[in-house]
């Protein structure tokens, strides 16, 4: 038989923007909870985003639970390491339960009393509830045409991308146009015009930087397709795609 003082009423598993805002709520119902964290608080916005990150959301938006915004550029956008310390800021002002450092390897249903067991790397947990705030965009996924792409053409996911100075000298082809993928084919823009470089198109020689048009779609067919009409040669004319996903 477990002893219920034993059992918590929740336990987060990330402390994320998301895992700090259920932990938040939770500590105003009283309810007794824990925090895990694989790293530091805001890991994955420490470790996998580019040194020129910015929020695609204006100050104004960017708030925690509780809180509203009275800086002077409600409009600006916050760096990445501003983001991290407004995470940081907000645990320590509301005191939340944070275990950094603690890997989640484990997790079980069906316990006594319909509770979870989780096991970490510091211990075993129960409790009546767990909410997964770990998020779902730290794990880089590459379409299944990738593998095919010719063995001498590097390949890199933005999650590992952090600067265009980074990069060796020559042409690059990003794939994907969500929000990492015009954002970093802007930095390379301003990052080749700030060091003399021919920008995308302008026939540069290859041992300059320049930054593709984006190719984006699911399938083989749609990157082909992309690849042929913006006259593209993968065997000659890059030797880096940046894969988004």
């Not at 079980?108 to 509770?115: D, K, L, Q, V, W």
Request: aromatic share 6%; with cysteine.
């Amino acid at each position: 038989m477990t002893d219920n003082a034993n059992v918590l009423d929740a336990v987060v598993v990330g402390a994320g923007w998301a895992g700090l805002g259920v932990s938040y709520s939770l500590a105003r119902q009283g309810l007794r909870h824990a925090v895990l964290e694989r790293g530091r608080i805001g890991e994955t916005w420490r470790t996998q985003r580019w040194d020129s990150f910015r929020m695609n959301t204006p100050n104004v938006q960017t708030v925690m639970p509780g809180d509203c915004y009275d800086g002077s550029d409600p409009f600006g956008a916050l760096t990445r390491n501003q983001f991290v310390a407004l995470l940081e800021d907000f645990a320590r002002r509301n005191e939340l339960p944070v275990e950094p450092d603690t890997v989640v390897t484990e997790l079980a249903g069906g316990h006594e009393n319909g509770g979870y067991r989780l096991i970490t790397s510091r211990g075993t947990l129960l409790a009546r509830n767990v909410v997964i705030a770990s998020g779902n965009l730290n794990c880089p996924v590459r379409p299944v045409w990738a593998a095919a792409l010719p063995p001498g053409l590097r390949q890199i996911d933005a999650s590992d991308y952090r600067s265009a100075a980074d990069l060796p000298a020559g042409a690059v082809l990003v794939v994907g146009s969500g929000q990492s993928g015009p954002r970093s084919r802007k930095n390379w823009r301003k990052q080749a015009e700030q060091s003399s470089l021919p920008p995308a198109g302008s026939g540069g020689s290859r041992g300059t930087t320049e930054v593709a048009t984006s190719c984006s779609g699911s399938s083989k067919a749609d990157f082909s397709t992309c690849v042929e009409t913006r006259s593209f040669d993968l065997r000659g004319a890059f030797h880096l795609v940046v894969c988004l996903g």
